[in-house]
């Protein structure tokens, strides 16, 4: 196996960003279309924050009521990406290796990092990305 392989031969670099004074909408549709769980939320290619699919689900079931279809779009409008994402999210350098980034993901309760070149947003990282890197080391 290869040692000191840095996170950016693995990172997805082909990003699909928020700011935060989009919508909730908008964040549910980028994750269905894309099929992704994790929206970065950036201003001027700086990372502010993170969203995550998660975030959304749990707003979406916190008041659902079985009987009201309408419940999600109601509750999308009671709140703003900013009051949702994660404000200081940990993050990976891009000159940081695959097994730094497999630590930190190993030690959290989260499945991705955003990884940064002297502050601004240059890629992702998820557990399955660290996954996929294994498997095909074997």
Do not use: C, W
């Not at 990003?15 to 769980?37: G, M, P, V, W």
């Not at 008041?63 to 200081?88: A, G």
């Amino acid at each position: 196996m290869k040692k000191d392989v840095p996170i950016s031969e693995i990172m997805t670099t082909k990003l699909i960003t928020l700011t935060q004074d989009q919508s909730l909408y908008e964040a549910n549709k980028l994750f269905h279309r894309y099929n992704i769980r994790h929206l970065p939320i950036v201003e001027e290619e700086k990372l502010v924050g993170i969203l995550s699919q998660n975030d959304l689900l749990r707003i979406s079931f916190a008041d659902l009521d079985k009987n009201d279809e309408n419940i999600v779009p109601i509750i999308y409008e009671m709140y703003s990406i900013p009051q949702l994402m994660t404000k200081v999210p940990v993050f990976i350098e891009v000159d940081s290796t695959v097994k730094e980034a497999a630590q930190i993901l190993s030690r959290q309760s989260f499945h991705s990092l955003p990884v940064l070149d002297k502050g601004k947003l240059v890629g992702m990282v998820t557990t399955t990305d660290i996954i996929n890197y294994l498997l095909d080391q074997y």
